[in-house]
C-alpha cells in the first residue's frame, strides 16, 4: 500500500468487510488505536494479488528473458534466456532466506530486520480459514494494513525482487561469466535491492517518510536496475568486435513476444501495487496502458523521422519505455497525464538509447540503462509533477489528504532519484570490482568470439 | 560433361527450374547463399547501431549437364533468371570428370 | 453487463455486499426506483474483470500477432508483428481520447456523446477508496449497473477495441503500406467499431433496443473486422504471386503459440463480458471451451476426411473458428449446443477458408473473412436458435424472464448481422478508396517481392 | 477442497460472506446439520478460480506443448505441438459428455456416478445471479462444500484431466502414430484418469478415506501420467537411431518459453486448488515458488558439478521436476520443507533422467517418466513427512485437526503412490496393447525417419 | 588432386562420413542444400492453398582428395549413402588445381 | 578464369572480403557449411544423451577471378584468415571454362 496516509485508507477499504460493516462509525472514530482488531482478508482483494504474482512472474520468464534474447546474435541466445531464468531461481531462494525480512519486516528506517529469517511465522495466521489481513509495518508508529494474507503479500513482492536484478542482465549481456553473474545478482539483491526497497516502501523507511512517492518501483526497480546496468557496461567493458562486427539480432520475433508478454504483466506489476482490487487499480492499469501505448509511438515516430523507418525493435522498446516511465506514477495520475509521461518516456529513451550511449561510449548491450533508468527517472520525476491528490487520499477531503504534484514534490522526487543512483551505482560498482578481482567477470575472448551458448552451457540452437 | 552453377536472385528460383525442365535436365541442386557485389546491400539501424549488411540473398543452383546441353541450359537460365536490375548474378561452367548415381551406380551421362 | 434486464440482476448481485445485506428486502422491493443509491464496488469482481482485461490484451499481443506472423513467409513475419503491435498501441489512444466516449456515453441510440473525451470525469468515483460501481447507460431509462470501477470497464472494453481492428489484418497481409494501415485503423475504429457497439452494447442503442443477442462481440468484433477484412482483400487485389509462388508458413510454431494465447485470453474475452464474477461467467467460460473444442475437432476431421491428412494449421484454425462463434452465444447456451455451434463453425469455416475463398477467387490472406466472418455469422444465428432462458433471467422467474432461442429470436440476430455486413463493408470501401486515391494503399510490387520486413521496417530476422 | 474434514472448513469460510456474517454463532453451532442452506458463491473465490483454470489451460496451451516441441528435432516440431493440442481438444469433449460425471459426481468410492453425463443439470443453480456454491460429494455423509458455482468447478477440473494424458506424449515423442494417439487418450482419460481422481479428490474416494494427501494432483497427475509415459516408451520401443544419431534439440528456445509458462500456469494449478482466494492458496503459491527454485537449481549444480557445465535444458528440466514435486504437497508444507522437497525433486529427477533411464535401457523421450514419475513419487512421500496441521487444519484446534506429517502418514502416502503405479501401469499396459493389434501403435521406419511433420501431418517448419 | 562432390540422403551423413574416415580422409566440409530431380517432392496444402514443393532436402558433401584415393572414396560412398530408392544422390568428380591449408600454408596434398 | 573456394572460420568472413577488395575482387559468394577435419567437435550432452558434434559451423566463400588474379587473391585469403589455430581451414583452386553475367550477358572476364 503505497499511500501517504495509508492506515485511513486501509480502514476504508475496511468498511467494505463484513466486519466493519457493523461498525463503520467506530473504525472511522479511532483510526489510530494501538491495537486495533486484526483485519479479515478480502476474497477479491486476495483473488487480484494472488493474479498479479503470477503475472509479475510472467515478466521474467519468458517476458524479459525474452526480449534480451530475441536481441541478440544467435550463438548468444540460451545464454541469455539462462540468465533471467538462473537470476528467477537463485533471487527466490534468496528472498525465502532472508530477503523478505531485510526489506519487509518492521526494523529501523534503514533497514528491516530478522524476524521472518527463512519465512519463519509466516503461516501464522492462516489457521482455521480464519485468514488475517497482513499489517505492514507492525509494532511501528504507521502501519499499513491490508486485506491480504501476508503469504501473499510475500509472493507478489518475491516477483518485484526476481525482475529487478534480471533486468540488469541486458547490460553486460554476451560477455559475463555465468558464475561471477550468480554471485552478483545474490549479494546485489541484498545489499541494493532490500535496502532501497525498505527505503521507499516500507512505511517507516526513510525515503517513505521524506514523502517520495513510488508505486509500483520507479526507482526501487527500474533506476535501481537501470544504474547497476550501466555500472557492468563500464566495469566489463565493450563487447568484442563492438562497432565493427554485425550484432544485428538473430530473431525479433523473440523479442516482440518477451515485450508483449512484458506488457501484459506489468498489469499486475502496476495495478498490483495497489494491494487490492479497487478503483485505484483500475486507473492505475489505464494509465499504464495509455501511457505505454503512448510511448511506444512516440519512439516509433521519433525514429520515423529520424531515421525513415518505423522499426519493430522500436516501438516495442517505446513501450518499454513507457512501461518504465508509468510505473512510479502509475496509482498517482490521471489519463491525461499519463499520455505526457508516455511520450517523453518514448521520446526520451529513443535519445538516450541511440544517441547518448553512442556519444558516451559505453557498451549498454540491450539499453538498460537507456530504457529502464532514464525511463525511470523521467517517470519518478514527472509523479512529482502530476500526481493528482484524491487518486492517493484516503481521508474525508479527498482534495486536500492525498498527495498532490507541486514544486516541492519534484524535489522531493528528485531526492530520491539521486539517492538511488549513488546508492545502487556505488554499491554496484564496488561488488562487481570484487568478484572481478576474485574470480573474474568476463568470459575469455575465444569463449566471447564463439558465443556463450555453446561456452558456458553446451548447448546450441540449430 | 559440365557442372553449370549459375548464382540468381531467389524468387526467380522457379522460373528458372521451369525453363531447364522442357530441355531434358532432370536433376538439380540448390543452396541458400549470400552474394556481395556491385548491388549494393542494405544498412539496418537496430536501435541507433547501424550495421551495413553487404551480403544480399542469392540461391545457387548447379546443374551438371551433358557437353551438347551446356549452351541451352545456360542460355535458358540467362533468359528466365534476367530482370535487367544490377544483383541478376553469375553463370560459371566448369568440367566434371566423373558422375556417378548413388541409387544404380550409373556413371557418365546416364548418372544424371 | 450484456442483459436484457441488467438493472434487476445488478441488484440481485448487490444483495452479496454488505451494504445490501443490511437491507436486502427495500433492495428487492424498489429495484427501478429513479436514483438508487449508487453501487459500491464488489472487489471479486472486479478483481475477474482486471484478469480479464489482461487476457484480453494477452489475446492481441502477443497472441494475434503470433497467429498471423505464423502464418506469413519469412520476410514478413515482422511486419505481420508490427501491424498487430501498432495497431494496439494506436488504438488506446484513440479510445482514451474519444472512442470510449463515443462508445459508452449514453448519448443517442446511434451513437455515444463527448462527456468523456480524454476520459474526463472517470476517476471522479475513486476518491476515499469508497468506489462506486459504473453505470452504463446513465441518465437513460434503462441503466445497466454494475459492481466495478468505470476505470475497469473502460480497459477491459479498450481491449475489445483493440484486437477488433488488429484481426483486420489478416486480410491484407503482406502487401498493404504501414502508414495506410496505421490511418485505417485509426478512423475505422471511430467510424466503424464505436457506432456497431454502441448500438448492440449501449442500454438504449438501436439494435440491442431491437433484441440483438451479443454476449461477447459476434457482430461487434468478428463479422464487423471480417466483413472489413473482405474489402480489404478485395480493394488490395490478390498478393504478388498469388497461385504461383510458394507461400508456405515460415514457421507455424508461432501460429500454435499465437492460437494457444488467443484461447487463454479468450476466457476474459467471453467470461469477463458477464462484468463479474459467477455463475453466469463460469458458463461462459464451459460453453467457450467445450465450443473450441468441438471446433478444432471438426476442422480437423474435417480435413482429414478431405485431404487425408490432420494438420496443424487446421487444428488451430478450426479452435479460433469455434472461439469466435461462440463468442456472441457464450453467455447465453450450454454445452450441448456449444458442441453443435463449434462443429458448425470448424467444418463450416473448413470450408468457408478452403473452398469457398478459391471459388470465389478473392485473396484474403490469412481468412480474416473465412474464419472471423464466417464463424461469427454461424455463432450469431445459432445463438438466437439455442439460447437458454434462465442464463440470461434477471427477475423472478427464470425461464420466462430470460432470452430464450426461437425464430423471431433467429430473425433478429439475422437482421443485426445484415446491419453489421452492411455497415461495416461499405465504410470500410469508402474508407479503403479514399486512403488509395489519397496516399495509396499498397507497397510497390518490388517491396512486396523483396518482403515487408526489409521494406517498410528495415529489420530482418536471420 | 482437499482437506480432511472440509465442511467445516467451507464454513469457517463463509463466515466471510454477508450471509453468515448475520449469524456466525449459529453456523458455528451446527457445523454437521443435515441439510445446511446451500452456501452463496464468493465472488472473490470464483474470480481467483476462473482465473486458475485459464492458467492451467495455459500450461497445456502453448506450454506443455512448446516445452515438449523445444527438445525434439526440427521435423517433429509440430507433430509435438500438434499432439498437446489435439488432446486438449479431444479430452475437452471426453470431459464434457461423461468423464467430468464419473469423477466427481457422488458414486460409489471406486467411481462417480452419470448424472452429470453431458453436463446435464450444471446450470440450474445460476439463474437469477442467486449462485449456489458447488458441494462435492452431494449426498454423501461426507460433502465438501465449496463458494465457487458448479462450472467453474468442471472447467477447472477439465483443465487437470486435459494436461495428464498431454504430458506422457513426452514418452512417446518421435514415432506414435496420430491416430492411435487419439484413441490412447480419449479412453485412457476415462479409464485410468477418472477412476484414480475420483478415488483421490472425492470425500467418499477410498484413497481420500485411507487418509491420501494429495493437494493438486502428485499421484492423481503425475505418477500417473509418468507411468503409463514408461509403459508406452516399453511398448513402442526406442526411437530409430536412438544412441546413433544425433537427437539434440532443435531449438530450446522454444523449451523455455514452454517451460516458463509451465511454471507461471502452475499457480493456478497449485494456489487454485485451494478452491479460494485465501491465506492456504496463499501459502501454496508461495511453496510452488520456492520448491520450483530449488529443484531448477539442484538440478543445475548437480549438472555442473558432474558434467562441467550448468545447461539451459538443465534449469528447466529441473524447474519442471520441482513443481510436480510440490504439488501434492503445496497446501501442506511450509517454505523450510518446500525447499528440501525442491533439492530433493532437482537432483533425485536429474538422476533418474540422466543415469537410471541409460542404465534400464528405456526410451523415454523426453523423460515423462524421469521427471513426471520420479518427481511425483518424491512429492507424495515427502508430503507424508512434512505435512503442517495447521494448514490442513479445520476445526479451532488448528495442532490437531488437520493432518500432520508422520510415519504413518508416510505409509498411508506408499501406499497411495504404489495403487497408482499399479492401476495406470497396468491399464496403460493393456490398452497399448489392445491398440497395437489393432491399428498399429508406431508409424513407418521410413516415416519416422522422413519426421513425424510431414509425414503424418503434411508441414513443416522452414 | 580432385574435388569429389556428393549429394546424398541427410540422414546418410554420419554413415558416408565414418567410411570415409578409415580410407584416411582427414576432412570434408558439408552443406544443406535442395535437390530437384527424379524423386517426387510432396504437395503441402496450408488451409487449402496447395503448394507443390519440388525441391527435397539433401545434403552435399565435398571432399577433396588425392588422385590414387578417388575410386576409394567413390566406392566409400556409393556404398555408405545407398539406399536403392529413388534420391539417392549424385557423385561428380573434378579437377582440384590447388589446395592450401590456411593454418600452415602447406599445399597440395599436404594440404588436405 | 579460376574459381577460388576457401573454407573459413565464420568469424573470419569480414575480414576476408575487406582483404579482397583493394584487389579488385568485385563479388564473391558465400555459404555457411559445416566442416570436419582435424579440429575437433565438441560433445553436447543434453539431459544425460551425449551427441558428438563433429561438425563445425564453417564459412565457404567462392570468387571466380582472372588467372592473374589468382596469386593474390590466395594470398590475401591466406592473410586474412588466418588464426593459427588449428580448423582455419583451406584454399582450393579450379578451372572455369566459361563465366557470364545474367544482367548483360557479358562473358568472359569482364562478367566478374
Ligand atoms: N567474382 C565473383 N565470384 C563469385 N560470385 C560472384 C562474383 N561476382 C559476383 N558474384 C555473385 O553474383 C551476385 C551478383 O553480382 P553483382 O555484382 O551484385 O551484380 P550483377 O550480377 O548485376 O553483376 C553477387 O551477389 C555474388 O553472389
Ligand atoms: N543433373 C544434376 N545436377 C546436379 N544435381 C543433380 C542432378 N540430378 C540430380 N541431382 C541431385 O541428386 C538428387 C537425387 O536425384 P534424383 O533424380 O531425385 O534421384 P536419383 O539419385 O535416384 O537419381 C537430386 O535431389 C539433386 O539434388
Ligand atoms: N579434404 C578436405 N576436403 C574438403 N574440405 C576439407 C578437407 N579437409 C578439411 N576441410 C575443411 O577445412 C576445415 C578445417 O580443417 P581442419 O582439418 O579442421 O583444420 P586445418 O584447417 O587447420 O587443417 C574443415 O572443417 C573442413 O570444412
Given at each position: 500500500m503505497r499511500t501517504t496516509d495509508p492506515v485511513n485508507f486501509a480502514f476504508s477499504r475496511l468498511r467494505l468487510g463484513a466486519l466493519a460493516a457493523?461498525?463503520?462509525?467506530?473504525?472511522?472514530?479511532?483510526?489510530?488505536?494501538?491495537?486495533p482488531p486484526?483485519?479479515?482478508i478480502d476474497s477479491g482483494d486476495t483473488a487480484w494479488m494472488l493474479t498479479s504474482t503470477a503475472l509479475v512472474l510472467l515478466m521474467t520468464v519468458p517476458g524479459l528473458a525474452l526480449y534480451y534474447a530475441g536481441m541478440v546474435r544467435k550463438k548468444n541466445v540460451l545464454a541469455t534466456l539462462m540468465q533471467a531464468f538462473a537470476v528467477c531461481c537463485l533471487v527466490s531462494i534468496t528472498w525465502t532466506v532472508i530477503g523478505y525480512s531485510l526489506t519487509f519486516t518492521t526494523g529501523s528506517p534503514y533497514i528491516g530486520g530478522l524476524s521472518r529469517f527463512m519465512l519463519g511465522g509466516i503461516a501464522a495466521n492462516i489457521a482455521q480459514g480464519t485468514d488475517i489481513g497482513f499489517t505492514l509495518g507492525l509494532g511501528s508508529s504507521n502501519p499499513t494494513v491490508t486485506t491480504i494474507p501476508e503469504s501473499v503479500y510475500m509472493m507478489f513482492q518475491m516477483t518485484f525482487a526476481i525482475i529487478t536484478p534480471a533486468l540488469i542482465a541486458g547490460?553486460?549481456?554476451?560477455?559475463?561469466?555465468?558464475?561471477?553473474?550468480?554471485?552478483?545478482m545474490v549479494v546485489w539483491s541484498l545489499v541494493v535491492y532490500a535496502p532501497i526497497a525498505h527505503w521507499v516502501w516500507s512505511p517507516i523507511g526513510w525515503l517513505n517518510t521524506l514523502g517520495t512517492l513510488d508505486f509500483a518501483g520507479g526507482t526501487v526497480v527500474h533506476i535501481n536496475a537501470g544504474v547497476a546496468g550501466l555500472m557492468c557496461a563500464l566495469v566489463l567493458g565493450r563487447r568484442t568486435g563492438y562497432g565493427h562486427d554485425d550484432m544485428s539480432p538473430y530473431n525479433l520475433t523473440y523479442a516482440v513476444i518477451g515485450a508483449s508478454l512484458l506488457w501484459v504483466g506489468w498489469f499486475g506489476f502496476n495495478a498490483g501495487s495497489a494491494v487490492g482490487a479497487n478503483g485505484r487499480a483500475g486507473m492505475a492499469m489505464a494509465v499504464t496502458q495509455i501511457a505505454t501505448a503512448a510511448a511506444a509511438l512516440g519512439w516509433m515516430f521519433a525514429e520515423w523521422i529520424v531515421k525513415g523507418k518505423p522499426t519493430v525493435l522500436g516501438i516495442i522498446s517505446g513501450a518499454v519505455a513507457g512501461l518504465v516511465a508509468i510505473t512510479p506514477a502509475s496509482g498517482f495520475v490521471l489519463p491525461g497525464p499519463a499520455i505526457v509521461i508516455g511520450v517523453a518516456a518514448g521520446v526520451g529513451c529513443y535519445f538516450a538509447a541511440t544517441s547518448l550511449k553512442h556519444l558516451l561510449g559505453y557498451d549498454d548491450s540491450l539499453d538498460c540503462f537507456g530504457v529502464h533508468g532514464v525511463g525511470g527517472i523521467i517517470g519518478a520525476l514527472l509523479t512529482g509533477v502530476f500526481a493528482y491528490a484524491p487518486l492517493s487520499a484516503t481521508g474525508t477531503t479527498p482534495a486536500t489528504s492525498g498527495t498532490a504534484g507541486s514544486f516541492a514534490q519534484l524535489i522531493i522526487q528528485g531526492k530520491a532519484v539521486c539517492v538511488t543512483l549513488i546508492w545502487s551505482g556505488l554499491i554496484s560498482f564496488v561488488l562487481l570490482k570484487i568478484i572481478d578481482l576474485t574470480i573474474g567477470l568476463r568470459v575469455s575472448r575465444d569463449d566471447e568470439v564463439e558465443g556463450l551458448d555453446m561456452t558456458l552451457h553446451g548447448e546450441r540452437i540449430s | 560433361m559440365k557442372l553449370v552453377t549459375a548464382v540468381i536472385k531467389p524468387f526467380k528460383l522457379d522460373d528458372v527450374r521451369e525453363a531447364l525442365t522442357p530441355l531434358g535436365v532432370q536433376g538439380l541442386t540448390v543452396s541458400e547463399v549470400k552474394g556481395f557485389g556491385r548491388q549494393k546491400g542494405q544498412t539496418e539501424i537496430y536501435r541507433g547501431a547501424e550495421y551495413h549488411v553487404?551480403?544480399?540473398?542469392?540461391?545457387?543452383?548447379?546443374?551438371?549437364?551433358?557437353?551438347d546441353l551446356v549452351d541451352q541450359v545456360v542460355e535458358a537460365i540467362l533468359q528466365s533468371a534476367h530482370t535487367g536490375k544490377i544483383g541478376d548474378g553469375k553463370i560459371f561452367v566448369s568440367e566434371i570428370l566423373r558422375a556417378v548415381r548413388i541409387r544404380t551406380r550409373e556413371t557418365g551421362e546416364d548418372a544424371l
Open positions: 457493523a461498525l463503520p462509525l467506530l473504525a472511522l472514530a479511532t483510526p489510530a488505536l494501538a491495537a486484526p483485519p479479515k547490460a553486460f549481456a554476451d560477455r559475463m561469466k555465468f558464475s561471477a553473474m550468480c554471485i552478483f | 553487404s551480403f544480399l540473398p542469392k540461391v545457387k543452383i548447379e546443374v551438371a549437364v551433358s557437353d
